[in-house]
Every structure is written in C-alpha cells, then in structure tokens.
C-alpha cells in the first residue's frame, strides 16, 4: 500500500486542520488505518485509528474529543479532523496502515505494516 498524506499547515491555537491519507497499490478496504505523530525531540505516538469498515475508532487520550478520524472505501481516503488545536499539537503527523487494528498494534508497541511520509502540523499560540 502507498501512502500520500496531505494537510499540513500552520494554524493558530484554538483552530482546526484536516489531514487527508490518499491510498492506492492495494485493497484499501482490507486494511485498518490510522495516524501517528511525531514532534521534534520525541518519539512518534499513536493519535488515531479506524478499523477497516470505519465503524470502529480509537484515540489517544492526548486528543479525545477534539480529534475525529473517518475513511472513504469508495475514494480510497482516511482523514483526520483536528479542532481546538494546541502548541502541543506540533508535528509531524503520518497515516500507516496494517492489517491489524492500529491502536491495539501502538500498544502492543508494534509497527502497522505501512507508512505514508508525513505532514508538518505547526500550532502557533
């Protein structure tokens, strides 16, 4: 699976951005999706997952309520809606996909079996 994510800005604190993962190379539908994220001088963290019919979401605490993840089977798309945006926010955020649930495989700390490139999410306050 290739992934393109896309979205990326810079945003004052308190607004929102939407990031879009484009997919192509395989079934799309037979994959769970989500993104992670990664600031400078840190580890990269799960933000959000969505099973592979888009019934089933998960979130890090960090961006409950705020953040909502959604997909397209039809387009081939995963999103991610981001409101009330925080300095903390800052990164650089990834989609991945994996044949297993993306928040059961961050907490097992495993690795989803692909990875787009990333996108930079600036916060400023």
């Known amino acids: 699976v290739q992934l393109q994510a896309s979205g990326g800005g810079l945003v004052q604190a308190g607004g929102s951005l939407r990031l879009s993962c484009a997919a192509s190379g395989r079934t799309f539908a037979n994959y769970h999706m989500g993104w992670f994220r990664q600031a400078t001088g840190k580890e990269r963290e799960f933000v959000a997952s969505v099973n592979w019919n888009g019934r089933t979401t998960g979130y890090a605490d960090s961006v409950k309520g705020r953040f909502t993840i959604s997909r397209d089977n039809t387009k081939n798309y995963v999103y991610l809606q981001m409101n009330n945006l925080t300095p903390e926010d800052t990164a650089l955020y990834y989609c991945?996909?994996?044949?297993?649930?993306?928040?059961?495989?961050?907490?097992?700390?495993?690795?989803?079996?692909?990875w787009g490139q990333g996108t930079l999410v600036t916060v400023s306050s």
């Open positions: 991945a996909a994996g044949k297993l649930a993306l928040d059961l495989v961050a907490t097992m700390k495993g690795e989803p079996d692909y």
